[in-house]
């Protein structure tokens, strides 16, 4: 199995998002890990997030540490994350890319997920960018040694996928951004593990007790229902920066394979 990194805008995206994929990878010996865009390392939600994380096999939490652009309490002090120079938020993630070195990294799609979070769509214009500078030896050269993933992953929701969530959100007056089917390319069946991803997603007490969150309308609804909508994990697969490997006899680089997770 390919190693994960994960870079996601909030305590508990990793869960509902790709805990599936994370659990799976883990079992079977592959690093994972999850970079967390925002919320303050001694918050209540961080401590739920290292909970969660510990669930689902995938090391302690690596957090940011940027306020939530609709909780500024989240982290006093720090700028939201919508608000704070990109470059720094792009250097903040290329060092935990250079330290986890992975394989394979997985966040946000272009809409910012079902609902259209600003944080959510910050954190995926600021993870291209930082796989794009990652392998670039000149390109923040203090933030680690260069390294090159080989593949990007978005988790998305195709329209054929969001029968069952889409009246929930609207219920709760959140949008639903969904894209047509054949922009999900690939599809993760993850029923084996959902028991590691909903005690994941249950470990965000906080969210889990509150009405509008999405842990609070799934933790609602009746177990086939929810399994239902938790059991595949959708993702659209976008070509990384080549990632080339030195050829013995000298004549040139050549690509590796483009990994990809496991359907």
Not at 73 to 101: F, K, M, N, T, Y
Request: hydrophobic fraction near 40%; aromatic fraction near 4%; charged fraction near 20%.
């Amino acid at each position: 199995m390919p190693s994960l990194l994960a870079v996601l805008a909030h305590p508990d995206d990793e869960s509902l998002l790709v805990g599936g994929a994370l659990a799976q990878h883990a079992a079977s010996g592959a690093r994972t890990a999850v970079v967390t865009a925002t919320w303050a390392e001694d918050s209540h939600r961080a401590a739920e997030l290292a909970e969660a994380l510990d669930i689902l096999g995938a090391g302690g939490p690596r957090m940011l540490g940027y306020a939530d652009a609709r909780v500024p309490q989240s982290a006093p002090g720090r700028p939201r994350l919508c608000d704070a120079p990109v470059d720094r938020v792009v250097e903040d993630i290329v060092r935990h890319i250079r330290a986890v070195r992975p394989d394979i990294v997985l966040t946000h799609d272009a809409y910012g997920q079902l609902t259209g979070h600003p944080d959510h769509r910050q954190t995926h214009r600021a993870t291209l960018l930082a796989i794009a500078a990652s392998g670039l030896e000149h390109l923040y050269p203090d933030a680690g040694e260069p390294w090159q993933p080989a593949a990007v992953h978005l988790a998305t929701h195709p329209h054929s996928a969001i029968a069952d969530l889409g009246p929930l959100l609207n219920r709760v007056g959140k949008s639903v951004l969904s894209v047509p089917d054949t922009r999900a390319d690939m599809t993760c069946d993850v029923r084996q593990w959902l028991d590691h991803k909903w005690a994941a997603i249950t470990a965000h007490r906080s969210q889990v007790e509150a009405e509008r969150p999405l842990p609070g309308i799934l933790a609602r609804l009746p177990e086939d229902v929810r399994y239902r909508i938790l059991g595949t994990e959708h993702y659209t697969s976008l070509t990384a920066p080549p990632r080339h490997s030195p050829v013995p006899d000298g004549t040139g680089p050549t690509n590796r394979q483009t990994p990809s997770l496991n359907p």
